[in-house]
Each structure stands twice: as structure tokens, then as C-alpha cells.
């Protein structure tokens, strides 16, 4: 399957995009059934368990904690991320690393730190639409490069980009990308790194999803061949541990107290309690044991959303089927439009991630983003079965 070609032009952000994905994400947290959500099932998460931890933190901690906690963030958390770093062959230390409240705040710091308005960020075709609503916010400009649902980010067109223009730098998903689930070989990340070493570009690596892996080893990110501290490392625990949690970081040496300084002129900080009671979740329990049931569990529900896809769905349906993460991209016939098919489902409270909210133009409108996180009950079932019959109704006989 083949995603739509961009030229690396300079794109600018349509300008209706910024209400068009307020009214999406409000539908989203209010419908019924939201296959459009951008977060996991709350369901696959250890809830109980954190609350307690919480609490006994909270019991535990004395006043001064409050002070402690400030930029960059809780200590005994931050080594906790850098040990798993390490185990994963990652030269990481807990002073790379600034704690932020979620993954977002943490790329859009990274952002903020490396650039001023007006500069050229490189981002992904499709792309996760909070890198286009960062680049819109910030008043940047950018490149659209393009990502194949089965073989990744273009590379030659990557490096097109960054010799044609004066890129500062780039905003990409290595493992499990958001939309289309898809993940650069290892040989595609170190080109990757070779590349902005060679441009002197800094690589914002957005890598929220790599503890959903389906396979044996997790998958390493960009920052593993980096020799120049040129990638800024942007984890969460949202998608793999606790979901409205907002517990996320950067990893980065040498901007680390320019992005202290820049999280502490915005938000100030994150909240300690909250880094307190996950970092003794952290140390008193098994995050592991927890992962490899949540990637169990995902993945089951992936094969289940395929087979409800490939029996409900148009024949022509092209299905990528990712190795991790809890998403699903799909290519249907150009007649279909999945912005009125999502608008349709909307009236019966079911909601699509529909596809040109992936994009700065009027592209992928033939595509769709489906969340498989969710158990399949019986009402899924008939939404799913519903979003075929519309799709079928669209699409060319």
C-alpha cells in the first residue's frame, strides 16, 4: 500500500484545521464508541493499583517534596526511566532527563528549545496532528515528508529536504508511527541519524509507543546511534502505564537546563505527587509483568479488528497490519470521503480517526485511522459492522 507522494514544499497549515480538530477531539472524549481516540482503552491499565501507590507516596512525602519536584522533575523517577534506558544499551544519565506532563508538553518543549518562528521543521505525511498543531502554534514552517504504511518514512526524500532548505529540525516516530503504525528498519534509523548529523539538524523523536511492541525485542529508538546529542528523546507513560496520569520526559544532555528554563517560564512544572506515586508504582511493582500482558492483549485485539475488517469491509480495503502499537491505517477507493462517512457516525455516537486530519492540505481524505485498543463487545461489533456498510454505500461498484 502506497501512501500518497508529498513534494517537500514548504506547507502551511490549512486554515480551518485548528477548529476542525477541536471539534474532533471534544466528539471524541464525549462518544459513545471512539475509534477516532487517540488513547488506549482505560481498561488495560493497572488503575487500582496506581492509586494505591499514590496514595502511599503521598502519605510518605514530606513538605519539601513540593519544592523538590520542580524542573526537571522528580529524581528517583528519573532514574528509574534512565535504568531502563540503560538496560536497553541507551548511554543515558537521570540529569538528560526533564519530566514534563505528558508526552506533548515534552515535543513541544523540545520545539520551543531549538527554534524561533519562522524556521523549517520537517514533519511526517501522514502526521500525528499534534505535530501539526505544535508547528502552527509555534509559527513554523514546514516539509512534509512522506511515510509508507509498509516501508516507512521516505528516505530520499528526507534527505531532499534537509539539502534543499534550511531545516532546524525534525519532528518523527521511529517505532509505531501515528497514523499508520509502521516502524523504520534499524538500518532506516541510523541513516536517519547520519542524516541530521551531516545537516546539523536536531531530530525531536516522538516515542511514546515503543513498549507496544508484539515481538520478541523492543524496538530501539533514533536516540540509540546518536554521537552528537542531536535527537531529543520525547517518552510517555500514557500509552503503556497510566493514561491522564500526564507523566512524560525528554532526554537530552546538552539542551537539558534550556529545557528546564522553558518548561519553568510555562508551565512551571509537573505535578509532584503524581511523578511520586508512579515512581513507587515503578519500584514496587512489575511494570514488566504489566507490558507483556498489555502487548498480549493488544495484539489480540488487532487480529480480532482485522477480522471483523476483512469480513464487514469492502473487498478493495487495504489494511497495513503494524507489529505494535494500537492503531490501524486504512486505504479505501478514492470515491470514499471519511469525512462525511465520520460525520454520519457521529449522529449514532461512534467516531473514526478520519484522514485529513493527517495532514497540513486536503490529502488522504480516502484514509482512515482506527483505534483497536478496545474490547470487542458486542456494541463494536455493530459499529464496526456499520462503518463497513458506509463505507460500501461510498465506494465505486
Same mark, same amino acid.
Given at each position: 500500500m502506497s501512501a500518497e507522494r508529498i513534494d517537500s514544499d514548504v506547507a502551511t497549515i490549512r486554515p480551518d484545521y485548528k477548529d476542525e480538530l477541536f471539534e474532533f477531539l471534544?466528539?471524541? &472524549?464525549?462518544?459513545?464508541?471512539?475509534?477516532?481516540?487517540?488513547?488506549?482503552?482505560?481498561?488495560?491499565?493497572?488503575? /487500582?493499583?496506581?492509586n494505591r501507590h499514590l496514595a502511599s507516596a503521598g502519605r510518605k512525602s514530606p513538605a519539601e517534596t513540593v519544592i523538590q519536584n520542580m524542573p526537571p522533575g522528580n529524581e528517583g523517577l528519573r532514574r528509574l526511566i534512565a535504568?531502563?534506558?540503560?538496560?536497553?544499551?541507551?548511554?543515558?544519565?537521570?540529569?538528560?532527563?526533564?519530566?514534563?506532563?505528558?508526552?506533548?508538553?515534552?515535543?513541544?518543549? &523540545?520545539?520551543?528549545?531549538?527554534c524561533e518562528p519562522g524556521d523549517t521543521v520537517v514533519i511526517e505525511s501522514p502526521a500525528f496532528y499534534g505535530a501539526l498543531q505544535a508547528v502552527e502554534r509555534l509559527k513554523l514552517k514546514?516539509?512534509?515528508?512522506?511515510?509508507?504504511?509498509?516501508?516507512?518514512?521516505?528516505?530520499?526524500? *528526507?534527505?531532499?529536504? *534537509?539539502?534543499?532548505?534550511?531545516?532546524?529540525a525534525c519532528w518523527l516516530m521511529a517505532n509505531f508511527q501515528n497514523p499508520t503504525g509502521v516502524s523504520m528498519s534499524d538500518d532506516k534509523k541510523k541513516a536517519v541519524v547520519e542524516l541530521?548529523?551531516?545537516?546539523?539538524?536536531?531530530?525531536?523523536?516522538?516515542?511514546?509507543? &515503543?513498549?507496544?511492541?508484539?515481538?520478541?525485542?523492543?524496538? /530501539?529508538?533514533?536516540?540509540?546511534?546518536?554521537?552528537?546529542d542531536r535527537v531529543l528523546l520525547c517518552g510517555s507513560f500514557s500509552k503503556s502505564l497510566c493514561p491522564g496520569y500526564r507523566i512524560?520526559?525528554?532526554?537530552?544532555?546538552?539542551?537539558?537546563?534550556?529545557?528546564?528554563?522553558?518548561?519553568?517560564? &510555562?508551565?512551571?512544572?509537573?505535578?509532584?505527587?503524581?511523578?511520586?506515586?508512579?515512581?513507587?508504582?515503578?519500584?514496587?511493582?512489575?511494570?514488566d509483568n504489566h507490558?507483556?500482558?498489555?502487548?498480549?492483549?493488544?495484539?489480540?485485539?488487532?487480529?480480532?479488528?482485522?477480522?471483523?475488517?476483512?469480513?464487514?469491509?469492502?473487498?478493495?480495503?487495504?489494511?497495513?497490519?503494524p507489529q505494535g502499537g494500537y492503531f490501524l491505517w486504512l486505504e479505501?477507493?478514492?470515491?470514499?470521503?471519511?469525512?462525511?462517512?465520520?460525520?454520519?457516525?457521529?449522529?449514532?455516537?461512534?467516531?473514526?480517526?478520519?484522514?485529513?486530519?493527517f495532514s497540513s492540505k486536503q490529502q488522504y481524505q480516502n484514509c482512515m485511522r482506527l483505534n483497536i485498543s478496545f474490547e470487542q463487545t458486542k456494541p463494536l461489533c455493530e459499529a464496526i459492522i456499520m462503518l463497513g456498510q458506509l463505507i460500501t454505500d461510498h465506494s465505486d461498484n
Open positions: 471534544k466528539n471524541n &472524549s464525549q462518544l459513545d464508541i471512539a475509534l477516532g481516540s487517540a488513547f488506549p482503552s482505560p481498561h488495560l491499565f493497572p488503575i /487500582a493499583d496506581l535504568q531502563r534506558y540503560i538496560t536497553e544499551g541507551i548511554a543515558v544519565s537521570h540529569q538528560d532527563i526533564v519530566l514534563t506532563s505528558g508526552a506533548m508538553e515534552a515535543l513541544n518543549l &523540545s520545539l520551543e528549545a531549538i514546514a516539509i512534509e515528508v512522506p511515510v509508507d504504511p509498509i516501508t516507512g518514512l521516505c528516505l530520499d526524500s *528526507l534527505a531532499n529536504a *534537509l539539502a534543499d532548505n534550511d531545516v532546524k541530521a548529523e551531516q545537516h546539523q539538524v536536531y531530530l525531536v523523536e516522538d516515542d511514546v509507543y &515503543s513498549e507496544l511492541y508484539f515481538g520478541e525485542v523492543k524496538p /530501539a529508538p533514533l536516540k540509540l546511534w546518536d554521537r552528537s512524560g520526559w525528554v532526554v537530552n544532555r546538552a539542551l537539558n537546563e534550556k529545557l528546564q528554563k522553558q518548561q519553568m517560564i &510555562s508551565t512551571l512544572a509537573g505535578s509532584g505527587p503524581i511523578q511520586q506515586g508512579v515512581a513507587h508504582y515503578l519500584q514496587y511493582e512489575s511494570y507490558l507483556r500482558k498489555l502487548r498480549k492483549q493488544l495484539a489480540a485485539r488487532q487480529s480480532a479488528f482485522i477480522t471483523l475488517i476483512k469480513r464487514h469491509f469492502p473487498a478493495q480495503t487495504v489494511v497495513a497490519q479505501l477507493q478514492q470515491s470514499v470521503d471519511t469525512y462525511q462517512i465520520y460525520r454520519h457516525l457521529c449522529q449514532s455516537g461512534i467516531s473514526i480517526g478520519y484522514g485529513r486530519l
